[in-house]
């Protein structure tokens, strides 16, 4: 089924260094970029990380420290990256729990302050667990029938999704084919931060979702306990995360 689409929607897939969004780096980002009326542009980039590529995460995606040697590093394409992606939604596998978060945090790394608060985002993997329980190359099986997919390149794994994407909306025809409601149901949490570590809880307020605060309200802790904010500040956790904390706390300063 073609998506019915009010912007630009951005399907990717990043191949990463590891999975750790604060200390890990993307090496490669495959991207289908779908616009409102149809037309498909595809791109893949391959990125110098500027750090060993660990033999694990080789032995997942098949990249090695020679194959990206040459390559640019994410400084040299974040703006060209940013400038294509502006004002659109984004869906990808897991993208909600991994892709995102890093895309994001490379982009501060880089003095790059992308925008994603107006974005929609449709993580593919959380509407096939909800409905079905499984993986992408069997998401891919199940709904598009082709025993012939191997996960783990980046463009591939981006055509994959979208694949499946579509074959959802005419798998299950309570879904609507609506990226606003595709975005909502493919959450699993309300985020303020793209992390997922401050959330917005049931009455619309934003609580933290870790550690000993969990559940707390986020301006209550910072009144409560000032050096909480100091201790995630000086810890490693995302730089996206700092930042919204950061923009509450000052928020929350002004209105006293």
Same mark, same amino acid.
């Given at each position: 089924? #073609? ?71 994410? #400084? ?64 891919? #099986? ?16 981006? #055509? ?97």
């Amino acid at each position: 089924m #073609k998506l019915h689409l009010k912007r630009p929607l951005v399907i990717f897939d990043l191949e990463t260094t590891g999975t750790n969004i604060t200390l890990d780096h993307i090496i490669e980002i495959g991207f289908i970029k779908v616009e409102p009326n149809g037309n498909e542009t595809s791109k893949s980039i391959r990125i110098n990380p500027g750090m060993h590529i660990p033999e694990g995460s080789t032995a997942v995606h098949g990249i090695t420290d020679d194959d990206v040697k040459d390559c640019p590093t994410f #400084k040299e394409v974040a703006q060209d990256l940013a400038n294509s992606f502006k004002g659109c939604d984004f869906a990808g596998f897991n993208s909600n729990h991994f892709d995102i978060p890093i895309l994001a945090e490379e982009f501060l790394r880089v003095g790059v302050d992308f925008d994603f608060s107006k974005s929609r985002f449709v993580d593919v993997q959380n509407i096939f667990h909800k409905k079905e329980q499984r993986t992408l190359v069997a998401a891919y #099986k199940f709904y598009v029938k082709d025993e012939e997919f191997n996960a783990h390149a980046a463009l591939d794994d981006t #055509k994959a999704t979208y694949e499946v994407l579509q074959a959802q909306l005419d798998y299950y025809p309570d879904l609507k084919n609506d990226i606003d409601y595709l975005s909502e149901y493919s959450s699993n949490t309300r985020n303020v931060d793209l992390a997922g570590r401050i959330v917005y809880n049931d009455n619309n307020e934003q609580i933290f979702n870790f550690g000993k605060y969990k559940g707390h309200l986020v301006t209550d802790v910072l009144e409560k306990d000032p050096g909480y904010y100091g201790w995630i500040m000086a810890s490693d956790f995302p730089l996206n995360t700092k930042q919204v904390l950061t923009k509450i706390r000052i928020e929350n300063a002004t209105k006293k």
